[in-house]
C-alpha cells in the first residue's frame, strides 16, 4: 500500500514540475511577443507620425 502511494506522489510530482515548466516557457514566450509587438508599434507610428507631417 505504501509502494503505490510513494508511485503515485511521484507522478504527481512529475506532473507538476513538467507544468511548471510549460509555464514557464509560454509566460517567457508571451513576454517576448509583447515587447516585439511594442517595438513595432513604436516603429510604425514613428513612420506614421513622418508621413502625417510630410
Known amino acids: 500500500m505504501i509502494a503505490r502511494a ?3 506522489e511521484m507522478a504527481v510530482r512529475k506532473a507538476a514540475d513538467s507544468a511548471r515548466k510549460a509555464g514557464a516557457y509560454l509566460s517567457i514566450f508571451t ?4 515587447l516585439i509587438g ?3 508599434a513604436c516603429a510604425a ?3 506614421g507620425g513622418q508621413h502625417r507631417d510630410t
Open 45 to 47: 507610428a514613428a513612420l
Open 38 to 40: 511594442a517595438f513595432i
Open 31 to 34: 513576454g517576448l511577443s509583447m
Open 6 to 8: 510513494k508511485t503515485a
